[in-house]
């Protein structure tokens, strides 16, 4: 894999993982613009200052894969011309075995629900490394908010599109898988951008794991590394998963989203360079 460009990485106080999809090389060379695609994990933590620079980066939708539980304990900001979609990437009754430290009812940066699992012994019969390869092996097919997904992006109109759930790496690591392959992104420089997520989360899960090293032993820490950190193997359930369905990608965009040869291109001639 090619060295991970961290350039992409947009700071913001209120953030961990926010960054521009632009940049990544197609197979025909072009480029994918910058300033239309974002990528992050939840928004409700971003300060005034990040406010304001968010709306210089001419983002035009919010797209939200979480559920309603989620939106409800940490809302995205609503934020004055911006279109805020939010369709559910994932089943409720499967949404806390996902990273979700805000379904807390106390102050979710102590991480209480977590310590809540540990205390439950959930982490002792909880296999993280099945349970995320399942998930990923779903996500891409028949989901309706890639669906809705890939029906906003062919709207310029909608664009930028900054699309997130809670910690940015699984239902928006799919999405954004989604979009890059749409555009014509290899797959090698697809999972570049996915892997992106354990450096820009680097700091954060260390920090989250030292507060959960008091209340959980080993095994049960090295459970939830596995939920916390993305892995090649979740990836490659996904498109593994595509493949085995489609046989190949441009079957899958079309039988799927509806994306013709024609429509495909005229997405890729509105979004490279």
Do not use: W
Not at 96 to 104: G, K, L
Not at 161 to 169: R, V, Y
Request: hydrophobic content about 35%; aromatic content about 10%.
């Amino acid at each position: 894999m090619r060295c991970i460009d961290v350039q992409r990485i947009i700071p913001f106080e209120g953030t961990n993982n926010f960054r521009d999809m632009g940049g990544y090389r197609t197979i025909d060379g072009r480029q994918v613009k910058y300033r239309l695609f974002y990528r992050s994990d939840e928004l409700t933590g971003l300060t005034e200052k990040d406010l304001e620079s968010l709306r210089a980066l001419n983002i035009r939708t919010i797209f939200d894969y979480r559920d309603d539980y989620e939106a409800q304990k940490k809302p995205d900001p609503v934020i004055h011309d911006v279109i805020n979609i939010r369709i559910p990437a994932i089943e409720a009754h499967q949404r806390p075995r996902m990273n979700v430290p805000s379904d807390s009812e106390s102050d979710s940066s102590k991480n209480p629900f977590f310590i809540d699992l540990i205390k439950s012994g959930f982490f002792k019969s909880f296999r993280a490394d099945t349970t995320m390869i399942d998930l990923y092996t779903k996500f891409p097919i028949n989901n309706p908010s890639y669906k809705r997904l890939m029906a906003t992006i062919q709207n310029t109109d909608n664009l930028g599109l900054l699309h997130h759930c809670t910690a940015g790496k699984d239902r928006t690591g799919v999405g954004a898988a989604l979009i890059l392959m749409a555009l014509g992104v290899p797959e090698s420089t697809v999972m570049e951008d996915y892997l992106l997520t354990n450096v820009t989360m680097k700091e954060f899960n260390r920090n989250l794991l030292d507060r959960l090293a008091e209340h959980a032993d080993e095994a049960e820490l090295q459970n939830i590394v596995l939920m916390l950190e993305i892995k090649e193997a979740y990836m490659d359930a996904a498109l593994g998963s595509i493949k085995k369905t489609y046989g190949d990608y441009n079957t899958y965009f079309y039988e799927e989203f509806g994306l013709t040869k024609s429509k495909r291109e005229t997405l890729q001639n509105m979004c490279l360079t």
